[in-house]
């Protein structure tokens, strides 16, 4: 488990966390749509944490040279410039987004899973779907830290030929995949607030789990867990359900926009 940086641990303002936005050329709507919310973030918000899936595809850092990939990064300079720092986690499609391309736009990257003070774990939430064991062991190898390394050496053409591939066959396993083994398991649910694995520390057991990647917003209590769990949903046209934290540790979900 890794602790939150400093500066995101001591915040004056609320925690905004939002996810999987998957944003590309096939949606410009979309993109349009978090463009308007990077203008409209209330008052009082201090951080902005993305966990995972900012993009639907990354693999080289010319990416961030092209639409709408520049315009939405450009858009989160502009939000850090206006005083809101600016956090991403990597999700399962954008995992190859370098920490030093982030941090051209004045985006900081944010580890997966990060713990907060008062006991909040954030995580993508792929960490959680135990029952997909295929998809778990690739996890863990392409995210090597050599292999990443290795890999961003290779010419934009290759890898792009590399990521859509793998778009293609990931497209062809979730066909095949029930909808158990695409959701966040109790298993998993309680290793992250157990502090189990990659949750462990010496602060578990953990107050309050927050993660996307599964795409239904949810709020609910565990009761067996002494916990509680929020669910960020994924972003359509028509908004997003996001998390809103307070610097004395209240979370409530906040829809996008408000309704």
């Not at 960490?127 to 990443?148: A, E, G, K, S």
């Not at 290795?150 to 990931?170: A, D, F, K, M, Q």
């Not at 990647?213 to 359900?241: K, M, Y």
């Amino acid at each position: 488990m890794h602790l939150a940086p400093a500066a995101l641990a001591q915040r004056q303002g609320d925690l905004f966390c939002l996810s999987d936005l998957h944003l590309g050329p096939q949606r410009p709507e979309l993109t349009e749509r978090f463009l308007r919310f990077c203008q409209e973030i209330p008052a009082g918000v201090s951080d902005l944490c993305i966990l995972g899936d900012l993009f639907d595809f990354w693999v080289h850092r010319a990416q961030a040279q092209e639409e709408p990939q520049n315009c939405v990064l450009r858009a989160l300079q502009a939000v850090r410039a206006e005083g809101i720092r600016v956090w991403l986690m990597p999700g399962n499609r954008d995992f190859a987004l370098a920490p030093s391309v982030l941090a051209e736009f004045g985006i900081a990257a944010l580890p997966d899973p990060t713990l907060l003070p008062g006991g909040i774990v954030l995580t993508h939430g792929d960490l959680l779907c135990t029952q997909d064991h295929r998809y778990l062991r690739f996890r863990r190898i392409i995210r090597n830290p050599l292999l990443l390394r290795l890999l961003r050496t290779l010419p934009y053409s290759v890898l792009l030929g590399i990521g859509r591939r793998l778009r293609r066959s990931s497209q062809k396993e979730l066909q095949k995949k029930t909808f158990t083994m695409m959701q966040a398991t109790d298993n998993g649910i309680a290793m992250a607030i157990r502090g189990e694995g990659v949750f462990a520390s010496s602060s578990a057991p953990y107050r309050i789990l927050v993660h996307g990647h599964t795409h239904q917003a949810i709020d609910e209590d565990l009761p067996a867990l002494n916990a509680h769990r929020f669910v960020l949903s994924d972003w359509q046209t028509t908004g997003a359900t996001l998390l809103r934290c307070s610097a004395t540790g209240e979370c409530a979900l906040w829809h996008y926009p408000p309704r």
